[in-house]
């Protein structure tokens, strides 16, 4: 069965610098402004019908999102939490989610996994919450510089794959999604040659440890500084199966990204 190409676009929290400017206003990802600004784009926008796109603005902006998003996207928490609705402040539950419409979450994006020290258990256990609660979740994987330089990429994802795989038994609503650290809003990417050796080798574990069917049916996502100018390329590799876009998904050529299937 052929695997529907999928983009996600991560929004993250601000503008982000390039050299000494910040992005233009109308495409920063941090107001109300932008955010109906990148909405309209999409919703007035020719995009492929046989790819899935999925947005992740920030929380607060979630609601507003689902409200006047059109074109068939669907709508993505960047992160939520492992347990029910109780005494936990500041965390958003899956129950919460899915009551306001929303039927995706990031979770392990190496920020989160960096910044906020989640352990490969803790993503893990996100995961599981997350898909049995009826949520769908990209799953982020990836190394770092130091990993990668060191010869340690395939034993780091190995890791972190082996933690997920110990929680969940149904991988239908996972994306997983590859994305080196070194490469996210660096500007620097991962040739096609190495993006698409280490989603080979997610696949191989897949078949080898999960089984067959959901080796050859779960999407792996590239998302290291994915842009207009290098998706048509990568987009050829056999086991890639769609984009994890940062930045360029608050610019027009979020469109194209899209579209580099065709």
Same mark, same amino acid.
């Given at each position: 069965?052929?695997?529907?190409?999928?983009?996600?676009?991560?929004?993250?929290? /601000?503008?982000?610098?390039?050299?000494?400017?910040?992005?233009?206003?109308?495409?920063?990802?941090?107001?109300?402004?932008?955010?109906?600004?990148?909405?309209?784009?999409?919703? =007035?926008? &020719?995009?492929?019908?046989?790819?899935?796109?999925?947005?992740?603005?920030?929380?607060?902006?979630?609601?507003?999102?689902?409200?006047?998003? /059109?074109?068939?996207?669907?709508?993505?928490? &960047?992160?939520?939490?492992?347990?029910?609705?109780?005494?936990?402040?500041? +965390?958003? /539950?899956?129950?919460?989610?899915?009551?306001?419409?929303?039927?995706?979450?990031?979770?392990?994006?190496? +920020?989160?996994?960096?910044?906020?020290?989640?352990?490969?258990?803790?993503?893990?256990?996100?995961?599981?919450?997350?898909? =049995?609660?009826?949520?769908?979740?990209?799953?982020?994987?990836?190394?770092?510089? +130091?990993?990668?330089?060191?010869?340690?990429?395939?034993?780091?994802?190995e890791r972190q794959l082996s933690a997920v795989s110990a929680k969940i038994g149904n991988w239908?609503?996972?994306?997983?999604?590859?994305?080196?650290?070194?490469?996210?809003?660096?500007?620097?990417?991962?040739?096609? &040659? &190495?993006?698409?050796?280490?989603?080979?080798?997610?696949?191989?574990?897949?078949?080898?440890?999960?089984?067959? +069917?959901?080796?050859?049916?779960?999407?792996?996502?590239?998302? $290291?500084?994915?842009?207009?100018?290098?998706?048509?390329?990568?987009?050829?590799?056999?086991?890639?199966? $769609?984009?994890?876009?940062?930045g360029a998904s608050l610019k027009p050529e979020f469109v194209d990204i899209i579209n580099s299937?065709?």
């Amino acid at each position: 069965m052929a695997r529907k190409f999928f983009v996600g676009g991560n929004f993250k929290i /601000s503008g982000k610098l390039i050299g000494r400017r910040r992005l233009s206003t109308r495409f920063r990802n941090g107001t109300i402004e932008s955010i109906k600004s990148i909405v309209k784009n999409l919703n =007035e926008a &020719q995009i492929d019908p046989n790819v899935e796109v999925v947005i992740a603005p920030p929380a607060l902006y979630l609601l507003l999102v689902r409200e006047h998003l /059109s074109n068939g996207i669907e709508v993505a928490a &960047q992160n939520v939490f492992d347990k029910p609705n109780g005494a936990f402040t500041g +965390e958003i /539950s899956v129950s919460q989610l899915k009551d306001s419409g929303i039927n995706w979450t990031i979770l392990g994006h190496s +920020e989160r996994r960096t910044i906020l020290n989640e352990s490969d258990e803790v993503v893990a256990s996100k995961t599981k919450v997350a898909t =049995e609660g009826g949520v769908s979740v990209v799953w982020c994987c990836g190394e770092s510089l +130091e990993e990668r330089e060191s010869g340690s990429t395939i034993s780091v994802i190995e890791r972190q794959l082996s933690a997920v795989s110990a929680k969940i038994g149904n991988w239908k609503n996972v994306v997983i999604a590859y994305e080196p650290i070194w490469a996210i809003g660096t500007g620097k990417v991962a040739s096609v &040659q &190495q993006a698409q050796e280490v989603h080979a080798a997610i696949r191989k574990w897949l078949r080898a440890n999960v089984g067959e +069917e959901v080796a050859a049916e779960t999407r792996i996502l590239y998302g $290291g500084s994915v842009n207009g100018k290098n998706c048509k390329e990568l987009a050829k590799e056999e086991d890639i199966d $769609g984009f994890l876009v940062g930045g360029a998904s608050l610019k027009p050529e979020f469109v194209d990204i899209i579209n580099s299937n065709l």
